[in-house]
């Protein structure tokens, strides 16, 4: 039997939360990201971070958004140590519950509080 081997994408530049998004909603169980490289929680702290004010709160909201979906079963999240201080982030796309009730554009509306069929009121019996 033969095994595949695990590839994993590396963005040529910082991922944004929507890229994020996207990828999790196009990922097949199995497809690897990694979303950052260095020392997520030094990165987004001013004191410590090189990085501008708005670079730092896009990569905040890319933090919390890939916790979120971990949170939701949409990926596994893992580190991988590859320098002193130095870790790459990466999401491992899940497979997608079969009896989806919501679409994930649906979860990230009623997330914002937006009406929608993940919040219940599409007046439709839920599945």
Not at 47 to 63: I, N, Q, Y
Not at 104 to 111: C, H, N, Q, T
């Amino acid at each position: 039997m033969e095994t595949t081997p695990f590839i994993t994408v590396r963005a040529s530049r910082p991922l944004s939360e929507i890229e994020f998004c996207a990828w999790v909603a196009q990922a097949v169980p199995g497809d690897r990201l990694e979303y950052h490289r260095g020392f997520l929680v030094l990165d987004i702290f001013p004191v410590f971070s090189g990085l501008s004010d708005a670079a730092r709160a896009e990569l905040s909201r890319l933090g919390s958004r890939a916790f979120w979906a971990a949170e939701q079963g949409l990926v596994h999240l893992v580190q991988e140590r590859v320098g002193p201080d130095q870790f790459a982030y990466i999401a491992v796309a899940r497979p997608k519950p079969k009896a989806a009730a919501v679409s994930l554009s649906e979860l990230l509306l009623a997330e914002q509080g937006q009406p929608g069929h993940a919040t219940g009121s599409s007046g439709g019996a839920a599945a």
